[in-house]
C-alpha cells in the first residue's frame, strides 16, 4: 500500500517544503547561516555531518549538494517546527515516499509513527507468517523531517538516541537528505 495517495502528492510536496520553510526560520533564529536558495535545498544544505553518508563530507554525489558550515549538533537536534497536525502527516507521508522511490525494495521497513510505514532497499523479505522484514527502523516525525531536510545526520541523531534501529542495515545517512 502506498505512504500517500497520489492525488495527495502536490500537498504533500507543499507540506514538506513548508516544514523546511519553518526548520529554516529556525535556524535563522539561532544564527545558523543559510542560503537565498529554495527551502528544500538549503535545508538540505545545512547538516554539518553526514550529508548521504554519516560522514564529515562536504559533497554528497548522490545528490549534488554541498554542506555548508553548521550551528553544533545540539542546536540542530533541538529544530522542531510546530505545524498542524494534517501538515505534519502530510510532510512524513511525502518524504517517505521520497525515500521509497530512492530506494525500493522489501529488505527495510522504515517506520514514523504515526503517519507513515515503507519498506525499502533489496534484501530479505517479510515471511508468510511474519509481515516485518527483519531489519526494521523506527522514528519520530520530527527526528525524521530534519533527516530527510538534512538538518541533522543520521550519526548525531542516533548518538543522541532518537533512532530506533535492528537489524544490518541499521543506517539509512547514505540515502539522505531528500531531494524532491
Given at each position: 500500500m502506498a505512504v500517500i495517495l497520489e492525488k495527495d502528492l502536490e500537498r504533500g510536496r507543499a507540506a514538506f517544503e513548508q516544514w523546511c520553510e519553518a526548520a529554516r526560520a529556525e535556524l535563522?533564529?539561532?544564527?545558523?547561516?543559510?542560503?537565498?536558495?529554495?527551502?528544500?535545498?538549503?535545508?538540505?544544505?545545512?547538516?554539518?555531518?553526514?550529508?548521504?553518508?554519516?560522514?564529515?563530507?562536504?559533497?554528497?554525489?548522490?545528490t549534488g549538494i554541498t554542506t555548508m558550515p553548521a550551528s553544533p549538533a545540539p542546536a540542530r537536534l533541538a529544530i522542531a517546527p510546530k505545524l498542524p497536525r494534517p501538515v505534519m502527516a502530510m510532510a512524513v507521508?511525502?518524504?517517505?515516499?521520497?525515500?521509497?522511490?530512492?530506494?525500493?525494495?522489501?529488505?527495510?521497513?522504515?517506520?514514523?509513527?504515526?503517519?507513515?510505514?515503507?519498506?525499502?532497499?533489496?534484501?530479505p523479505a517479510s515471511d508468510p507468517?511474519?509481515?516485518?522484514?527483519?531489519?526494521?527502523?523506527?522514528?519520530?516525525?520530527?527526528?525524521?523531517?530534519?533527516?530527510?531536510?538534512?538538518?541533522?545526520?543520521?550519526n548525531e541523531e542516533k548518538e543522541a538516541g532518537h533512532i530506533s534501529a535492528?537489524?544490518?542495515r541499521d543506517n539509512l545517512g547514505w540515502l539522505l537528505p531528500l531531494r524532491p
Open positions: 535563522t533564529r539561532i544564527g545558523v547561516p543559510t542560503a537565498a536558495t529554495p527551502a528544500s535545498t538549503a535545508i538540505a544544505a545545512i547538516a554539518n555531518e553526514g550529508a548521504g553518508n554519516g560522514d564529515n563530507g562536504t559533497d554528497n554525489g548522490a507521508r511525502y518524504s517517505l515516499f521520497l525515500l521509497e522511490r530512492k530506494a525500493p525494495g522489501p529488505g527495510v521497513e522504515v517506520r514514523v509513527a504515526p503517519w507513515g510505514a515503507i519498506k525499502i532497499l533489496d534484501g507468517h511474519n509481515l516485518t522484514p527483519p531489519d526494521v527502523i523506527e522514528l519520530d516525525p520530527q527526528v525524521w523531517l530534519r533527516l530527510a531536510a538534512g538538518i541533522t545526520s543520521w535492528v537489524g544490518e
